[in-house]
């Protein structure tokens, strides 16, 4: 009778005050997420020019249709795509190679961990700074090469030839960011009980079999996890490139959209048509995002 009366008031309470506590980050999230969305989707159609007075000319989808008839445009496609998947497929890959590296040591795990996962504390300024250095002609990439393919003297051009270069970006967001995934597939690797795999050893099952037969379908929500951040923060990089091309690298090869829709807001002052190059950007990764949720079919995962 008691529990009759008194729930439905209490659980009413508990949604109110659930609302009450909630409301400021969603307004937080709504003005610093969804307002600038809409709001480079408002700017897109105009023809506007970043510091001019004048007020802006609505030219509806003109924007659009100067990007794809822009070949500057598609080669930043070309550029990003190639980073992207050049990047995050062995980001994902050496990542987990590493967590099982790292959990299956019985000393020093802490050790490996804070090692792997120090470059991402790093600031990218920073990083982009000390590799500056060591692709120097003098640095320590062309010594390291020259030891192992045994031909002293000879500059790799990591930042002067085309590919080189995009290799060297490759490897600078490579190095800062898989420790960074590395740590998150260590949590769902811990998160798998230890007595599913000491019943497969029972069985006789050896660890090739078990990591792939075992551990990795139980993984499916980290690595689904793993691969939509890392496929996100790849598309949007900038930092990198940026400072390359800041070194003396050439542009062409590395002009990934974010960097082609800073130098047109920033340095062309055509911040409309910038603002239809990071919608066709958002609409890129909303995409692609989905198409791994749609390609994974579903994440729920029973021990």
């Not at 002609?137 to 590919?163: C, E, T, Y």
């Not at 239809?276 to 958002?282: D, G, Q, V």
Request: with cysteine.
């Amino acid at each position: 009778m008691i529990k009759r009366l008194f729930s439905p008031g209490i659980e009413h309470k508990k949604a109110r005050w659930g609302w009450v506590f909630i409301f400021p980050s969603l307004v937080f999230f709504a003005l610093f997420n969804f307002y600038p969305i809409f709001n480079a989707l408002h700017t897109s159609l105009f023809r506007k020019k970043l510091l001019s007075l004048k007020p802006p000319k609505f030219i509806g989808f003109d924007n659009y249709i100067y990007l794809f008839n822009s070949p500057d445009f598609w080669n930043s496609i070309r550029a990003t795509v190639v980073f992207t998947i050049g990047t995050f497929i062995p980001m994902v890959i050496f990542s987990l190679i590493l967590a099982n590296f790292i959990i299956s040591r019985k000393r020093f795990q802490k050790f490996f961990q804070m090692a792997y996962y120090s470059p991402a504390v790093l600031s990218s300024v920073v990083v982009a700074a000390i590799w500056l250095l060591i692709f120097d002609p003098r640095g320590l990439s062309n010594q390291f090469v020259n030891l192992i393919l045994n031909m002293p003297g000879i500059d790799h051009k990591w930042l002067a030839n085309s590919v080189m270069v995009q290799i060297s970006t490759m490897l600078v967001y490579f190095w800062k960011y898989v420790g960074y995934f590395t740590i998150i597939f260590l949590v769902g690797l811990a998160s798998i009980p230890k007595s599913i795999h000491e019943a497969a050893k029972i069985d006789g099952v050896n660890a090739w079999t078990g990591f792939w037969y075992i551990t990795l379908p139980l993984l499916k929500p980290t690595t689904i996890l793993v691969s939509i951040m890392s496929m996100l923060q790849c598309l949007k990089t900038f930092s990198t490139q940026y400072l390359f091309t800041q070194g003396g690298a050439p542009m062409e090869p590395i002009n990934v959209i974010t960097l082609n829709l800073y130098h047109t807001a920033i340095r062309d002052h055509r911040i409309g048509l910038a603002s239809a190059m990071s919608i066709i950007l958002f609409c890129i990764m909303l995409f692609f995002t989905w198409l791994q949720f749609k390609g994974s079919r579903s994440d729920e995962v029973s021990y």
